[in-house]
């Protein structure tokens, strides 16, 4: 009888963590914009999750998606000064569609303001990957592929709406930071001068953004 209680106080202590963060998990889903330094402004997706020890702090990880295609006017005019000024073909080569996916930890602090309402702060740090198709200084007409990776940080701010006991409308500001860069090797086929150019991708910007929590 004693083994069939101890059992059972075993059972209750293993599945009690487990059951408090089944009730005090929560998700986001989050639209907007975003404006890098990079590119022109754009449309932004993401997602956050995690556990809410309580309405006023939580802690968890956050993932985002932004999609660009632009000209690097930058690199257009390290290819203008080192191999001559062409300005349609050098733009054609410097043309980059990317795909920025920053996943980071998170934390977030809370605090009433009004009936339903909640301001709260939020930040986080962790890594952006750049998916980058690039075209090929030789052949511009052929798109390669590339990734490239850096440390990342955000700090950002909000307003939350209680719809319910278990979902709110949130509205937020956000900065990021993250600088990701690759070499670029060129060989100019008229006189085969190779270099290498250092193309850095200034991910740097203010995003702003809409959605919901929802805590299950």
């Known amino acids: 009888m004693k083994a069939i209680y101890?059992?059972?106080?075993?059972?209750?202590?293993?599945?009690?963590?487990?059951?408090?963060?089944?009730?005090?998990?929560?998700?986001?889903?989050?639209?907007?914009?975003?404006?890098?330094s990079a590119t022109d402004a754009g449309?932004?997706?993401?997602?956050?999750?995690?556990?809410?020890?309580?309405?006023?702090?939580?802690f968890g990880w956050d993932i985002d998606w932004f999609h660009k295609s632009y000209v690097d006017q930058n690199l257009v005019n390290?290819?203008?000064?080192?191999?001559?000024?062409n300005s349609t073909l050098n733009e054609l080569r410097a043309s980059t569609n990317l795909h920025a996916i920053p996943l980071m930890a998170s934390s977030t602090i809370s605090f009433p303001v009004s009936y339903r309402t909640e301001?709260?702060?939020?930040g986080g740090i962790g890594l952006e990957m750049l998916l980058i198709f690039y075209h090929d200084y030789n052949n511009p007409d052929n798109s390669?592929?590339?990734?490239?990776?850096?440390?990342?940080?955000?700090?950002?701010g909000g307003i939350a709406y209680e719809l319910g006991p278990r979902s709110d409308v949130i509205i937020e500001a956000a900065?990021?930071?993250?600088?990701?860069?690759?070499d670029y090797n060129a060989t100019d086929p008229q006189t085969g001068r190779t270099h290498t150019f250092q193309q850095v991708f200034d991910m740097s910007g203010v995003?702003?953004?809409?959605?919901?929590?929802?805590?299950?």
Request: a positive charge; zero cysteines.
């Open 43 to 58: 449309f932004i997706i993401g997602y956050e999750g995690g556990w809410a020890f309580d309405r006023d702090l939580k």
């Open 78 to 85: 390290q290819f203008n000064n080192f191999y001559g000024v």
């Open 119 to 122: 301001a709260y702060i939020n």
């Open 144 to 156: 390669e592929f590339r990734g490239a990776f850096d440390f990342a940080w955000q700090l950002g």
């Open 207 to 216: 995003m702003l953004r809409t959605g919901f929590r929802f805590y299950f």
């Open 175 to 182: 900065y990021h930071y993250s600088q990701p860069s690759w």
């Open 6 to 36: 101890m059992n059972k106080l075993l059972l209750i202590i293993l599945l009690a963590p487990a059951a408090l963060f089944a009730q005090t998990s929560f998700g986001s889903v989050k639209l907007g914009v975003f404006d890098p």
